[in-house]
Every structure is written in structure tokens, then in C-alpha cells.
């Protein structure tokens, strides 16, 4: 039974960190609701290169992340901290949004920032970590 118990308050958890507040500079584009794991698009030349985003267990937000770059993201899912891209579902993530007051920075080079509001791009080459502020 203290499994199951577990496993409810993790998906409890897991459900809450999932959505995130609106912001004042919220681009808007799409629904969020999408399958977003069929879209996008991996590399293949003998091996499969997908871009992952991760969102670092030092964030305190959910970070949007999208699959389906074309200039302006339509299709996009919300990855709690501690999470990637790939544990939502997401086959191939192309970028991550970031918002004026939620500010970004890379948990692997932190002098790295990532000022909002403005969509960030990631290669098929990439894991990327965000650490998200608000």
C-alpha cells in the first residue's frame, strides 16, 4: 500500500509542477493540449540525434518547451523541474520559451543567461539544462 500511496502523491506532485502561472508577456501561440510527441523531427545518419531540454531540479518553474519550431512555436507543453523534455512525452524538443520574470540561465555554464520574453532554439545536437527563476 505505501506504494501506491507513492505513486499518487508523486502524480499529485507531478500534476501541480505542470502548469505554471500566467505572465504578462505570454506569447500565446497554440493550445498547449497538442500530442506534441509526433512532431518534430530527430536527425538520422546512422544514429538518432533528438534535442532534449532539461529543466534542472534547481528551477522553481515549469519551463515551455516546444517541438515544433517554425519560426513561432505553435505547439509547446510545460516540463516541471527536474524533468526533461522526453519525460513529457516530447520525441524531438527544438526550443524552450522564456519569460521577462522568470528568468534563465544554462545549469552547466551559468554565466550563460537566457533573458525573456523570447524563444530559445535547440539542435538535434543538443541537451540543454535550464535553471528557471521566478
Not at 534535442?51 to 519551463?63: D, E, M, P, Q, R
Amino acid at each position: 500500500m505505501g506504494k501506491l500511496k507513492y505513486a499518487a502523491a508523486t502524480l499529485l506532485l507531478s500534476a501541480a509542477l505542470s502548469t505554471s502561472p500566467a505572465h504578462a508577456d505570454d506569447p500565446g501561440t497554440g493550445s498547449g493540449s497538442g500530442d506534441v510527441s509526433t512532431l518534430g523531427t530527430c536527425t538520422d545518419f546512422g544514429i538518432t540525434l533528438c534535442g532534449v531540454i532539461y529543466n534542472h531540479f534547481g528551477s522553481n518553474a515549469s519551463l515551455r518547451v516546444t517541438n515544433n519550431w517554425i519560426g513561432t512555436p505553435d505547439n509547446w507543453v510545460w516540463v516541471p523541474p527536474g524533468k526533461s523534455s522526453k519525460d513529457v512525452g516530447v520525441v524531438d524538443a527544438d526550443g524552450f520559451f522564456i519569460y521577462t520574470d522568470c528568468p534563465g540561465k544554462d545549469a552547466v555554464n551559468p554565466w550563460l543567461k537566457y533573458p525573456g520574453p523570447k524563444w530559445y532554439k535547440v539542435t538535434d545536437i543538443e541537451h540543454t539544462r535550464v535553471i528557471v527563476t521566478c
